[in-house]
């Protein structure tokens, strides 16, 4: 069974930046795509970013130019966010998709931005 493990998330003032990071268990076949999800209180999870085996990358639009995507191989991705607004503010959650077993995802990482 693969786990993903979060880290990097905490308390941060607006403008500040913070780098979420996310490790698997075990090298993962058959990726599709990783990303970041995030939730926020009363609200739906929604996508922040992906990017796939190719190094093609997927923003929302209310963090493009804010946050920058990676990974290093096929077990960790990474997650820069800059410029942080209190908007910003939810669990942000490690998802890597696959071809053959599906989603895989971590049990998140709290982001705080506040003054």
């Known amino acids: 069974q693969v786990q993903l493990v979060e880290s990097g998330g905490g308390l941060v003032q607006p403008g500040g930046s913070l780098r979420l990071a996310c490790s698997a268990s075990r090298i993962i076949f058959g990726i599709n795509d990783m990303g970041w999800y995030r939730q926020a209180p009363g609200k739906q999870r929604e996508l922040v970013a992906t990017?796939?085996?190719?190094?093609?990358t997927n923003y929302a639009d209310s963090v493009k130019g804010r946050f920058t995507i990676s990974r290093d191989n096929a077990k960790k991705v990474y997650l820069q966010m800059n410029s942080l607004k209190p908007e910003d503010t939810a669990a942000y959650y490690c998802?890597?998709?696959?071809?053959?077993?599906?989603?895989?995802w971590g049990q998140g990482t709290q982001v705080t931005v506040s003054s």
């Open positions: 990017i796939t085996t190719g190094g093609s």
């Open positions: 998802n890597i998709r696959t071809i053959w077993n599906g989603d895989y």
